[in-house]
């Protein structure tokens, strides 16, 4: 009962990744969207939930219905986005239909490395605790979601460990 929407019908986030990345992306739509913001899995569409697309359905045709669907895309850039097909396409897609589109670095990558997006966009890493603020701050006003910066701020913080923890675990050093 967090979420208080009078103005939108529904709710949609469209999730851009790879799937090599599905750790981070899971933390984030765990900790930033679902228990920080108060979102709900209807809200978002990750290929990386199995329930999403269903078995033999046209995997293209349902990211082109979610693509046109949602009010925000979500790209988690890194290495592995960068070299995805799959990746670019949905970053072309977004670019095309004119959506909210916030590109999120994850730690490895330089905003240089985001593509032709970095011309235009404005990228934020996916560690900096005051880009995740403003990200919180403008989905609550977008949906008017009464702010509980306490409970965000709990969530954001355990994301960022966890991303520090997982990045010690195999070495990459993060500026957060």
């Known amino acids: 009962g967090k979420v208080k929407d009078a103005t939108h019908e529904s709710r949609k986030f469209f999730i851009s990744h790879s799937s090599e990345d599905r750790t981070i ?3 984030f ?18 290929t990386l939930d199995p329930t999403v697309i269903r078995t033999g359905d046209d995997f293209r045709l349902k ?8 009010d925000y895309i979500l790209l988690f850039i890194s290495e592995n986005y960068v070299k ?3 990746c670019q396409n949905e970053m072309g897609a977004a670019w095309a239909l004119d959506k909210r589109t916030l590109p999120f ?7 240089k490395q985001m593509g032709f997006l970095n011309v235009v966009k404005q990228g934020a890493s996916i560690t900096d605790k005051s880009k995740l603020d403003e ?11 009464k702010q509980d910066w ?17 990045n010690k675990s195999i070495g990459k050093i993060v500026i957060g």
Do not use: A, H, M, Q
């Open 150 to 166: 306490i409970n965000f701020n709990k969530s954001k913080d355990s994301f960022i460990d966890f991303i520090n923890e997982r």
């Open 29 to 46: 739509v765990k900790e930033i969207l679902k228990i920080g913001c108060g979102f709900k899995d209807c809200d978002i569409f990750c």
């Open 135 to 145: 990200f919180y701050n403008e989905v609550c006003s977008f949906y008017e979601i």
């Open 84 to 86: 995805s097909e799959i």
């Open 25 to 27: 992306v899971n933390g």
């Open 63 to 70: 990211i082109v219905e979610n693509l046109r669907e949602c």
């Open 105 to 111: 670095v994850l730690p490895g990558i330089t905003f």
